[in-house]
């Protein structure tokens, strides 16, 4: 069975970059049809996607947080990364890494635990 582990830093100042990885098990980072999305949920709010990196490496983003977000990825570590720069206080969430059999449609068959990341001075 596939498994994603969230990690990175739970605490993040405003205007700085947040971080995290997700290291995925049992299952390649780069296998055909298979994309990788990172989505998060503010606290009392609903899930919110972020963007994703591909089985080929081509990513793309939610429009609303394109300007800030970069997902990377580490093919001998079998890890995707992200990263969103000049956070602010409602960038306070918990992040998910998730896999998407379904070519980015946003059908979701394995999720990490997810990671609370705050956002504060």
Known sequence: ???????????????QTLSLTCTVSNG??????????WIRQPPGKGLEWI???AYSGNSYYNP?????????RDTTK?????QL???TPEDTAVYYCVRDPSGGW?????????TLVTVSS
């Open 1 to 15: 069975q596939v498994q994603l582990q969230e990690s990175g830093p739970g605490l993040v100042k405003p205007s």
């Open 28 to 37: 390649s980072i780069t296998t055909n049809s298979f994309y990788w999305s």
């Open 51 to 53: 963007g994703y990196i």
């Open 64 to 72: 609303s947080l394109k300007s800030r977000a970069s997902i990377s």
């Open 78 to 82: 079998n890890q995707i990364t992200l």
């Open 85 to 87: 720069s000049s956070v």
């Open 106 to 114: 946003g059908s979701y068959d394995y999720w990490g635990q997810g």
